[in-house]
């Protein structure tokens, strides 16, 4: 048994329970024993003085590309279970799209066995939708759940076929879990590589409409009103989206979304120049979109907000744009460009942001964390929101470095974070 912990002297914003106030924590056995003014800490525990800092549940990513088996360049799950935790992410979901994809009970178990021997941040593995990612044949989407999987995906690719999507909608209610769409229609999006429109033109580059995206969200979201089952439609980026996803919200479906900090922020300009650091999937858009992916994230019709980490080599990222691959390495940024994007021009609270990520995840996926409740496990962030830090891709804990925030000042540095009542992560040195 581990020595009781006792965090004291710091403001606890909980929006789980409607707490944003001086508070102290007691961790017993890795659980909440206490949260409150006057707990005191028990003879014998370890102390963490908390003055001047933030205690809030710890960060929820369910969308996190980990890249092992296969890619292990980019990424391990060892480095990017490191890197969540840096960025004050106590659980993270690990995307399907590897090579060979997580579509067996065997890669399933290989990616929990590997998380939990890390000691970082909890690795919670979602199988592939389809076997081999194809999107022709469902995977034994029972035997996946039997290993640990907690969703099904063909992430890096959308499940097009209709058929397909509604058996899947339809059989993953058996098991009480989610399907993860990568919203785009093929057909409008052969060759695109950044969004469509005055820039793309300029630059001489394919697009990718907004269309591609809003169409197959309405698609699903009709699939989903159809069967039953719970669509979450993965990193949000076009209005007509949201469009979409509040008809959805409207008649009660069990209809989830994301948007990726990037989203909330980034805009297509920052593509010209070539700049293959700002090439993603779905592409950047333009303000119109920004704002309202904002705007519906602040209302509830986007839930959460999930990083869609995609890190690559940096050879891979120097080739032409059309050649670079799509992807941020956003970890370790993300809860800096979100308290840039949405706390510091006052479109949401502090409270409301750790809601956006970190209680809603948990409240959405049926997940035991996300609080800092009695009894729930004692995941836990402690962070300065008021501190700057300058990104310095070179420090990343991750292997991969593409990020087109270098040299960005951002607010907000996560100082601790703590999995199961054992720090896993602490800063140190200058920012």
Known sequence: MSRPLHIYGGRVVDPSQGLDSPAAVLIVDGRIEAVGLGVEAPDGAESIDATGLTVSPGLIDVHVHLREPGGEHKETIASGSRAAVAGGFTTIWAMPNTDPPIDSPAAVGYVRAAGRAVRASRVMPIGAASIGQKGEQMTEIGELVAAGAVAVSDDGHPVHNSGLMRRLLEYTQTFDIPVLQHAEDPGLTPGGVMNEGPVATALGLRGIPNAA?????????????LTGGHLHVCHVSARQ??????WAKERGLRVTAEVTPHHLLLTEELVRGYNTQAKVNPPLRVEEDVEAVRQALVEGVIDVIATDHAPHHYDEKEREFDDAPF????????????????VEPGHMTLSGLIDRMSCAPA??????????????????VLYAPDESWTVDPARFYSR????PLAGWVLPGRIMRTIVSGETRFEAEGDA
């Open 213 to 225: 995206e809003a169409g197959m969200v309405a698609r699903d979201v009709l699939l989903s009103e």
């Open 241 to 246: 989206s949201v469009d979409q996803l509040l």
């Open 327 to 342: 992807g941020i390495n956003g970890l370790e940024t993300a809860f800096s460009l979100c308290m840039k994007a949405l």
């Open 363 to 380: 409240r959405i996926m049926g997940l035991d964390t996300g609080t800092l409740r009695q009894g729930a496990p004692a995941d836990i």
């Open 400 to 403: 991969s470095r593409n990020t």
